[in-house]
Nanobody, 113 residues
């Protein structure tokens, strides 16, 4: 049974930084050929795609986070990361990772003004 576990969320002041991690476990297969995604969902809003990284390393970002967030991956460890800099109050949400159609349980990011 594949499991994804996010970590690294927390409370930070506007302008601060956080680094989210997502670890995949329970599979004997490598996720190296899979894309990784980070989504977020704020209260009362729909879940939105924040960033994705393809197996070749190319990336896409939502316009709202371009220049501030960076998605990376470590195929040897079956992990993905989301470096979030210059955080804004509007970045407050539960952040979820996704790969190979599996979802993590989410990690809360709260940005205070």
């Amino acid at each position: 049974q594949v499991q994804l576990e996010e970590s690294g969320g927390g409370l930070v002041q506007a302008g601060g930084s956080l680094r989210l991690s997502c670890a995949a476990s329970g599979s004997i297969f490598s996720f190296a050929t899979m894309s990784w995604y980070w989504y977020r969902q704020a209260p009362g809003k729909r879940r939105e795609l924040v960033a994705r990284i393809f197996s070749g390393g190319s990336t896409n970002y939502a316009d709202s986070v371009k220049g501030r967030f960076t998605i990376t991956r470590d195929d040897a460890m079956n992990m993905a990361y989301l470096q979030m800099n210059d955080l804004k109050v509007d970045d407050t949400a539960v952040y979820y990772c996704n790969t190979a159609s599996f979802w993590g349980q989410g990690t809360q990011v709260t940005v205070s003004s």
